[in-house]
C-alpha cells in the first residue's frame, strides 16, 4: 500500500510521538509498504529533510508570538493549508491510507482524504479531543481531573495559565470551545480511530462529541525491542551502582515536584538521576537540595543517552500527575526489565499491572512506599521487571502492532475504494 503519515513530531529531536510514529512508520517499510512523510512545522520555514532513509517534507510557515492568536495560526489557518498540500500529494501518489499522528496533522489529514477520497486514520495519543489543553489539569497543585471543557472549567483552568491577567483572557474562552469542537468534528470524520490505549479510548467514548460514532480501536504505540536494548546497552554504565532514575520533561503534568516527597518518604540512599529537562528545573533542585538527597541532573540528552541511564537503573520513579495516555518511558522500562514505581494515571495500567508488572499508586507518599519496597526487596524488583518485560514483548512489540495496523489500513482502504465505486458509478 502507499501510506501517508502526517505528523507533529519525527526524529531525531522529538518527544515520545514522534518516535512512535517513528517506529511505525519503520515497521510498515519493512512490511513493503511505500511510506510518505509530512511533519506539520508551524513558525519554521519550509524545508526538506532525511532521517534513516525517510525524506521528511517539513510544511512550516510564519505563526505569532501571541497567545490564542499562536493557536489560531497553528490550528486553523495551519488545517487549511496543510489539508491542500495533503491532498495534492494524495493525487499526485495515489495514496491509499493517510494517517494523521496528533493534534495538529489529524484534522487536515482527515479534510485531506475526504477531498480525494482516501481513507483517513487518526491516531489519538493523549487529551487533545477533550480538552483544549490536552492535558485535562485545570488545577496543577491538586490531583483531580477537569470533568469537562465547559465553559466554566475554562474559565478555571484559564486561571493557573493566565496568571494575574487572566480576566483578560476571558473572551477567548468561546474561541477554545469552537476549536476543540471542530477538532471532534474531524475526529468523527475519519475512518478509523487508533487509541494508543484503553483510558484515551475510554475518554473519547464518552467526552468527544461525534467521535464516539467512528470507529475507534485500541492499537498501542509500537516497541522496537531489539533498537531499544541496543542503544541501552551500548558503552559503559554511566553510573557505577545501584541509583533510581526519572526520565521525562520537568513539567507540572509529569509531576516532578512529587518526586522530592516520594524519595524522602523511601529515605532513598542510592542516587537519583534526573534525565530531562523543562520549567520546573530549578525549583526542583531548589528543593533537592534543601533536603541534601544526592540527585544527579542531565539536563536534556539525545534519546541513546537516555536509554543508557534507563537502562542500567535499579528502579525507575514515574510519578506523573497528567493522565497519560501510554507513556513511552514506561514502556521502554519494561522493555530492559527495569523495575517500575509509578502513579496510578491514564493509560498506565495498560503497561503497569499492580504487583504483576510494577507497583501503582494514588499519592507522593505511596509512591515513596513502593520505591522504599522495590530497594529493599529486591526479589520482588527482579519478578516484577521480568513480568513487565513479558508483557512488553508479547503485547507492545514492533512486528505485532504495526500488523494489527496494517490489517486496519486494508480494512479502511477497502471501504474508501468501495465508496469512490458507488460515487462515481
Request: aromatic share 6%.
Amino acid at each position: 500500500m502507499r501510506i501517508l503519515i502526517a505528523t507533529d513530531s519525527f526524529p531525531p529531536n522529538c518527544g515520545g510521538s514522534g518516535w512512535s510514529t517513528y517506529e511505525l512508520a519503520k515497521g510498515l517499510r519493512r512490511a513493503g509498504h511505500a511510506i510518505t512523510i509530512v511533519q506539520a512545522r508551524p513558525g519554521r520555514p519550509r524545508a526538506a529533510r532525511e532521517y534513516d532513509g525517510f525524506a521528511v517534507d517539513e510544511f512550516g510557515g510564519r505563526a505569532p508570538s501571541v497567545p490564542f492568536l499562536r493557536n489560531y495560526v497553528k490550528n486553523e489557518r495551519l488545517y487549511r493549508r496543510l489539508a491542500s498540500h495533503l491532498g495534492a500529494i494524495i493525487r499526485r501518489d495515489a495514496i491509499d491510507v493517510v494517517h494523521g499522528q496528533h493534534l495538529l496533522t489529524a484534522p487536515p489529514s482527515v479534510a485531506a482524504a475526504r477531498a480525494t477520497g482516501a481513507a483517513a486514520v487518526c491516531t489519538v495519543r493523549d487529551y487533545w479531543p477533550v480538552c483544549y489543553w490536552s492535558d485535562l489539569i485545570h488545577d496543577f497543585s491538586a490531583a483531580t481531573l477537569c470533568p469537562a471543557c465547559s465553559a466554566r472549567m475554562m474559565t478555571r483552568c484559564l486561571r493557573p495559565r493566565a496568571g494575574a491577567l487572566w480576566p483578560l483572557a476571558l473572551p477567548a474562552i468561546p474561541y477554545m470551545r469552537a476549536n476543540l469542537a471542530m477538532k471532534q468534528a474531524w475526529l468523527a470524520a475519519a475512518d478509523a480511530v487508533i487509541a494508543v490505549s484503553s483510558a484515551i479510548a475510554a475518554d473519547l467514548q464518552s467526552r468527544a462529541a461525534g467521535a464516539a460514532s467512528t470507529r475507534i480501536v485500541v492499537i498501542p504505540n509500537p516497541v522496537d525491542l531489539e533498537a531499544i536494548r541496543e542503544a541501552a546497552s551500548a558503552g559503559p554504565a554511566p553510573l557505577e551502582g545501584p541509583y533510581a532514575v526519572f526520565v521525562g520533561k520537568l513539567a507540572p503534568n509529569k509531576g516532578v515536584m512529587k518526586l522530592a516527597d516520594a524519595v524522602e518518604r523511601a529515605d532513598l540512599r542510592w542516587p537519583l538521576v534526573v534525565v530531562g529537562d523543562g520549567p520546573e528545573r530549578r525549583a526542583l533542585e531548589q528543593q533537592f537540595a534543601r533536603r541534601g538527597r544526592d540527585v544527579r541532573f542531565t539536563g536534556w540528552v539525545p534519546r541513546a543517552e537516555a536509554l543508557r541511564w534507563l537502562g542500567r537503573a535499579s528502579v525507575l520513579v514515574f510519578p506523573s500527575h497528567g493522565p497519560e495516555s501510554l507513556s513511552r518511558v514506561l514502556l521502554e522500562a519494561g522493555a530492559l526489565g527495569v523495575p517500575i514505581a509509578a502513579m496510578d494515571t491514564g493509560g498506565t495500567r495498560d503497561i503497569v499491572i499492580p504487583e504483576v508488572t510494577g507497583l501503582l499508586s494514588g499519592s507522593a507518599d505511596a509512591l515513596g512506599a513502593d520505591l522504599a519496597r522495590l530497594v529493599t526487596d529486591r526479589a520482588l524488583a527482579a519478578t516484577l521487571a521480568s513480568a513487565a518485560r513479558a508483557h512488553v514483548e508479547r503485547a507492545f512489540s514492533s512486528a505485532s502492532v504495526v500488523g494489527r495496523v496494517e490489517d486496519l489500513y486494508r480494512e479502511v482502504a477497502a471501504a474508501a475504494s468501495e465508496r469512490r465505486r458507488v460515487t462515481h458509478a
